[in-house]
């Protein structure tokens, strides 16, 4: 049971090139403008993998829904944390716990729920007006780690639409996935359009717009800027994976590392970008796109490495090997990669 909590941990934030082997894994998903650093970690207590918060010089575990296992995904700038937490309740599969949306606010721990029609959830971002966005989704019932329908929702903290979880729709196909949305309440994923494709969407004002892609068939859109940058990963022509911007109506494929893949997890107010890439050894590899140029951040002594988030000071939080095989949380500062542990 203990490793199918962990695949599904993984799986849920898009992590497949996580060393498989890994036996202690720690993930920072996400650091916001004060400093403070969300994620989780493998224990060895009762809960084998749990949430945290790190902030001023303390950890804060995340409690779950009576299952096994949460793990923090998105934060804002007041410390208002989101994820999904395992309830005690068991997949029609027989093989997952129900997993549902938290948020995490003033040491309270409260269950979004789920959209009409749908037992899952999970929260990616709060932006500081308290507005959380995430999906909703239903797992297959014929076998684990299969989603068989999504939707995207918003849910507001505060304010006339308080404690309601609303249904974002599609670009005219069948799913959606809200991954990210900025100060401004402009949000973007991925969504399937009318012709059965899955494209990055912007959604602003309530108007859905499809960004396309590289030329190939399949886009996504993982975070935007105060500024209005979008990152994430498109398809080429020829079936190769990239990490994109999209700025100004024009999506730009961003450098490589010289390999199959790239992917944009985030991106900062100063245009800074983060993600992996794929060196020509076949190494994964954190990358920081600045100015145009494409930095590998190194690892913690392995060959695989991540970043998923970057605040305004530039510092970066993500995931990486060990020397000894293991996987480790992160954060870089000032050209220095910190070994964060097998928190908490």
């Keep these: 049971m203990f490793r199918t909590i962990l695949f599904r941990a993984l799986l849920v934030v898009f992590l497949l090139s996580t060393p498989a082997y890994a036996q202690e894994l720690s993930?920072?998903?996400t650091i916001n403008n004060r400093g403070d650093i969300a994620g989780g970690s493998t224990t060895s207590g009762p809960n084998p993998f749990v949430g945290w918060v790190i902030g001023n010089k303390s950890i804060e575990t995340i409690d779950t829904f009576g299952g096994p296992a949460a793990l923090a995904y998105g934060m804002n700038d007041r410390g208002d944390v989101v994820g999904q937490s395992d309830t005690a309740a068991?997949?029609?599969?027989g093989e997952e716990f129900i997993s549902q949306a938290f948020l995490l606010r003033h040491g309270v721990v409260t269950n979004l729920g789920t959209l009409p029609g749908f037992n899952n959830s999970q929260a990616y971002a709060i932006n500081n007006g308290g507005t959380i966005v995430g999906w909703s989704y239903n797992e297959s019932p014929l076998g684990p780690f299969t989603v068989q329908t999504y939707h995207a929702f918003a849910y507001d903290v505060t304010g006339r639409d308080a404690g309601v979880m609303r249904d974002l729709g599609t670009l005219g196909g069948s799913t959606s996935i809200a991954f990210n949305i900025n100060n401004a309440g402009t949000i973007v994923g991925r969504s399937r359009n009318a012709s059965g494709q899955d494209h990055a969407f912007v959604l602003a004002g309530g108007v859905y717009t499809d960004?396309?892609?590289?030329?190939?068939?399949?886009?996504?859109?993982?975070?935007?800027?105060?500024?209005?940058?979008i990152v994430g990963m498109a398809?080429?022509?020829?079936?190769?994976?990239?990490?994109?911007?999209?700025?100004r109506g024009v999506m730009t494929e961003?450098?490589?590392l010289g390999g199959s893949l790239s992917r944009a997890f985030d991106v900062n107010n100063n245009g800074d970008i983060v993600g992996q890439a794929v060196n020509t050894s076949g190494e994964i590899r954190a990358v920081l796109w600045r100015n145009g140029t494409i930095i590998d951040l190194g690892t913690l002594g392995g060959g695989y490495a991540t970043a998923l988030s970057i605040n305004d000071r530039g510092e970066i939080v993500g995931e990486a090997e060990t020397a000894t095989g293991d996987v480790h949380a992160f954060v870089w500062r000032n050209g220095v990669m910190t070994d964060l542990g097998a928190l908490p």
């Design 90 to 93: 068991i997949e029609a599969n």
């Design 235 to 247: 398809r080429t022509a020829t079936g190769v994976r990239r990490a994109f911007a999209y700025a």
């Design 211 to 229: 960004l396309g892609t590289l030329g190939g068939t399949f886009s996504e859109a993982r975070a935007i800027s105060d500024t209005g940058v």
């Design 27 to 29: 993930t920072a998903a």
């Design 254 to 256: 961003l450098a490589s």
